[in-house]
Each structure stands twice: as structure tokens, then as C-alpha cells.
């Protein structure tokens, strides 16, 4: 693999969409080729899969299904847009990849961690981020940034703060077990405080 992955992860309303433009345009400007991208979707097929995932319904869904739904969108988007892309050199940044499952689908709806691992050895294949940006902040703040949205919540959007408390915590836990992989950021600040680290991270990982 000659290029890099990164991904963005945090719970709702942690201002990822901003700082995606921002590390697109700092890695673009430095000459790398950045392909930019999401989980769930990223894909014809997985957009479809994201759609199913996020729609609110009323019988709901069962947490396995959610699980291999997340995975089945996960493995489309390496087999034809993560791996293809990082073979020819580019740069990925992708909106979550599997820490999102680890905090949403472990923490959050408290599926066992090893049958998440033993899915995720089998989907990723061996292929990992370089980075993987927290943004974190609490989350009564970023509930607050999402009801400022104004539009129709999704299925996770809709769960209570103990959800999303336990998704942080679970996101923060793997933050200090990888803290090579996984850099903490104090998603609360202004944004010039955010974007100065944001730059300091990503030189480093340029000349790397
Ligand atoms: P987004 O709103 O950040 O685009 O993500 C869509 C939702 O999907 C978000 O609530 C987090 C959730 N999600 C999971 O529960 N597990 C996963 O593996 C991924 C990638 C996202």
C-alpha cells in the first residue's frame, strides 16, 4: 500500500464534516491525491445499506442485524473504493470505519467485543487506518449542535444521551489503548485551536 488511511470518528455532532473539508484541502495543498469518503456507504451498494441502517422504523432492527449490515457496507467499500485507492497512492479520509462498530455497535448496544473482532479480522483483511481522528466533546454539547440541524433525526440520532455517553466512553478507551493510531481531539475548543493540532498531527504523518 503506498498510500495512507485516515478516518474521522466521534459521536453525533462533534463537527466532523467541517474538518474533513479542512484535512482534504491541507493534504491536497502538500500535493497528495485525497479521496475522500464514508461509512456507511461510500458505494452504490453501501449508500443503499446506509439508508436502510439510518431510516427510523417502527419494528426496529435487531442489534446483529445492524452489526453485519455495518460490515456488509464496510467490506463493498474496501473491495471497491479503500484498498483500489490506497494501491494507487492516494490518500483515503473516510467519515468512521470500524472504530465507529467497536463504539456504536460494542459500546453502545453492548455486543461482545470479540465476536466484533473476529468479523472485523475477517472483513478488513488486514487493512487498518494510519490515523484515526477523535473528535471528542461531551455529549450534551453535541446534542445540542444536532437539534441546530433542524432536520428529521435519524435512527441513531433518535437514542438517548446514555447511548451516546456510552459510545463516547467506548471511543475514548480505544483512543488510549491505540494512542499511535487513534489521536484524542478536544472537539469543544474554537475551531482555529482544533485545526493548529489538526496540522501539527498530519505533518507528522506526511513525513512519516
Ligand atoms: P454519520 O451520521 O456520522 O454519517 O454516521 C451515520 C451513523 O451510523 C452514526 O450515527 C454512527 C453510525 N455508525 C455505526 O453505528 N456503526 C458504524 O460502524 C458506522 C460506520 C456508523
Known sequence: MNGKFISIEGIEGAGKSTQISFIRDFLEARGK??????????TELGEQIRALLLAPRKTGMSEDTELL?????????????????????????CDRFVDATFAYQGGGRGIDRD????????????????LTLLFDLPVAVGQSRVVKRQQ?????????????ERIRNCYL?????EPERIKLIDASRDIESIQDQLSTILTELLSA
Do not use: C, N, Y
Not at 478507551?173 to 489503548?177: C, L, P, V
Open 152 to 164: 428529521q433525526k435519524d435512527r441513531f440520532e433518535q437514542e438517548k444521551a446514555v447511548f451516546f
Open 173 to 177: 478507551q480505544r483512543a488510549e489503548m
Open 115 to 130: 465476536r466484533i473482532q473476529t468479523i472485523s479480522d475477517w472483513t478488513l483483511k488486514g487493512i487498518q487506518t494510519d
Open 33 to 42: 491525491r485525497v479521496v475522500v469518503s464514508r461509512e456507511p456507504g461510500g
Open 69 to 93: 449490515l455495518m460490515f456488509a457496507a464496510r467490506a463493498e467499500h474496501i473491495h471497491q473504493i479503500i484498498k483500489p485507492s490506497l494501491e494507487r497512492g492516494d490518500w483515503v479520509l
